[in-house]
């Protein structure tokens, strides 16, 4: 049961370039979501989903992107980046808009 | 709007020691709750999950939580602490909008010393 899995672990970028962080789950939940993880502010929700074509802007959308094409994937997308974008990313999932969310081990991005 | 307070970004406590972290909310319903671990460089961890019935909710690891609506608290505890007990713990309230989003705490670290 392989469950939340994000790509890569660790990534490094320098300022300007672009990348997607890969999420995908294996458990056919409807909701995902991306959050940010910085020391001091607890996680904070970047964007989300309730299911495949539908997606929504949370706390902290500015700088990313997010698609939902499939019900197991849902990558984020950073057009642009900036060391204010350096953090761990976490991708989590759900069965509905009631149940726990099921993370990810993170994604430990640094903008140099 | 909805919160989520967690009072103690840092505690200490000895090993074999109780441990109690405070969780403070805000929300204009009766919420549904949680309580989530993160050892290091680990993603978070379910620890258990209050939603309605006892208030008393008894979780994995050894951790209970009570939810008391008059303090509007939801207090994780574990009476005796062992050394595998050190991690982050953050408090969880939702979903907080019709489309099911959660709200986190910023988070309080557990050191246990020996």
């Known amino acids: 049961n392989a469950g939340v899995t994000q790509t890569p672990k660790f990534q490094v970028l320098k300022t300007g370039q672009s990348m997607t962080l890969q999420c995908a789950q294996d458990?056919?939940?409807?909701?995902m979501s991306w959050y940010r993880q910085d020391p001091g502010m607890g996680l904070r929700l970047i964007h989300y989903s309730v299911g495949a074509g539908i997606t929504d802007q949370g706390e902290v959308p500015n700088g990313y992107n997010v698609s939902r094409s499939t019900t197991e994937d849902f990558p984020l997308r950073l057009l642009s980046a900036a060391p204010s974008q350096t953090s761990v990313y976490f991708c989590a999932s759900s069965y509905d808009r009631w149940s726990p969310q099921h993370f990810g081990d993170g994604t430990r991005l640094s903008i140099l | 709007a909805q919160s989520v307070t967690q009072p103690d970004i840092h505690i200490t406590v000895s090993e074999g020691a109780s441990l109690e972290l405070r969780c403070n909310y805000s929300y204009g319903a009766t919420p549904y709750l949680f309580w989530y671990v993160q050892s290091p460089g680990q993603g978070l961890q379910l620890l258990l999950k209050?939603?309605?019935?006892?208030?008393l909710v008894q979780g994995i690891k050894g951790f209970e939580a009570e939810f008391k609506r008059s303090q509007s608290s939801f207090n994780l505890r574990k009476p005796s602490v062992h050394w595998s007990d050190a991690a982050e713990y953050f408090c969880a309230v939702g979903p907080t909008d019709s489309w099911g989003k959660f709200q986190f705490g910023a988070g309080t670290q557990v050191v246990v010393t020996p």
């Open positions: 458990m056919n939940h409807e909701y």
């Open positions: 209050y939603f309605s019935g006892d208030t």
